[in-house]
């Protein structure tokens, strides 16, 4: 149990919150900053996520587009996700973009194919965002008032999750 603000978190709790919810989330923002520092908000489709993934979100895309070029000059993007049932959860983090053609196939599944039907699939790549931080809006798992507060986690130099001070 770690305070902020006078405010209870219990941290265990709070994480399965967020892995329940990523869990259920289907559609997604994600956040880049173009070239002029502009952040970039597109809708996307987010690949089922599984905590013991090392908390790594998944989205395919077409290698050719804006956001993967913002990618490149910014590591660090955010997800912005809405989980049925009201939950919300921010991830911040770094990415690591997959092209290569054999490790696109390895991860490759079927649920992939109506976003790149036939010869379009040779265009594909993953955008693979390590988490370093959540922003969290749980019913039932962050603290009450539920929406009053932000409760903030983020990863320390040894990959544990830290509950941040409300700020």
């Not at 770094?94 to 040779?122: C, I, K, M, Q, S």
């Amino acid at each position: 149990m770690t305070t902020g603000k006078n405010r209870a978190v219990d941290l265990s709790r709070v994480l399965g919150g967020a892995a329940d919810a990523l869990s259920r989330t289907r559609t997604c923002w994600l956040v880049t900053r173009s070239e002029e520092g502009i952040p970039r908000c597109r809708p996307m489709s987010l690949l089922p996520f599984e905590a013991v993934t090392g908390w790594t979100l998944r989205l395919v895309t077409d290698a050719r587009s804006r956001k993967v070029e913002e990618i490149w000059g910014e590591q660090r993007v955010c997800v912005l996700c809405h989980a049925r049932g009201g939950s919300f959860v921010s991830v911040t983090g770094r990415t690591h973009l997959v092209f290569e053609p054999e490790e696109v196939n390895a991860r490759w599944r079927e649920a992939y194919d109506p976003f790149f039907p036939g010869e379009a699939r040779a265009q594909a790549a993953f955008i693979e965002v390590d988490t370093e931080r959540l922003d969290l809006w749980i019913a039932g798992a962050t603290p009450e008032p539920f929406g009053m507060g932000t409760t903030t986690l983020e990863r320390d130099a040894s990959g544990r999750w830290v509950v941040l001070p409300e700020s």
